[in-house]
């Protein structure tokens, strides 16, 4: 008789977090890294799940900051003063909003509203 895989809550829930938080540690490409490292050391579907979201979020966040860089370089710097701040707060929002989700819900996988997604 088949048996469904049982994971381990704590876990999923610890793994999903660290996915999606690894943006917070730094704005370089190396906090990237976290998602993808547990991509593929992990088993767990849900983790994966938010693994890939996580990593397709990074892939925005520095898309839309090259866009909105360039366009800031381009106005001298205005379009920057006006879009950098909500910008920053697109992405820390959307990144805490992950981080609760998860804590709260660690059987369903987040997805970030908005995204376009690459994996």
């Known amino acids: 008789m ?8 704590e876990k999923r829930k610890l793994l999903s977090i660290l996915c999606h938080g690894s943006i917070f540690f730094s704005t ?6 976290v998602p993808i490292a547990i ?6 579907p849900i983790v994966k ?3 890939k979201e996580s990593i397709n979020f990074h892939f925005n966040v520095w ?7 360039v366009l800031g370089f381009l106005t001298l710097g205005l379009l920057l003063f006006v879009l950098g701040p909500i910008g920053y707060l697109l992405h820390w929002g959307l990144s805490i909003w992950a981080i609760v989700h998860c804590f709260n819900s660690p059987n369903q996988s987040f997805r970030y509203p908005f995204i376009l997604r690459l994996l």
């Open 49 to 51: 799940e938010n693994a």
């Open 28 to 33: 370089l490409v190396l906090s990237v890294g």
């Open 2 to 9: 088949y048996e469904p895989k049982s994971y381990d809550p």
């Open 39 to 44: 991509l593929f050391i992990s088993d767990d």
């Open 63 to 69: 898309f839309w900051g090259l866009v909105i860089g």
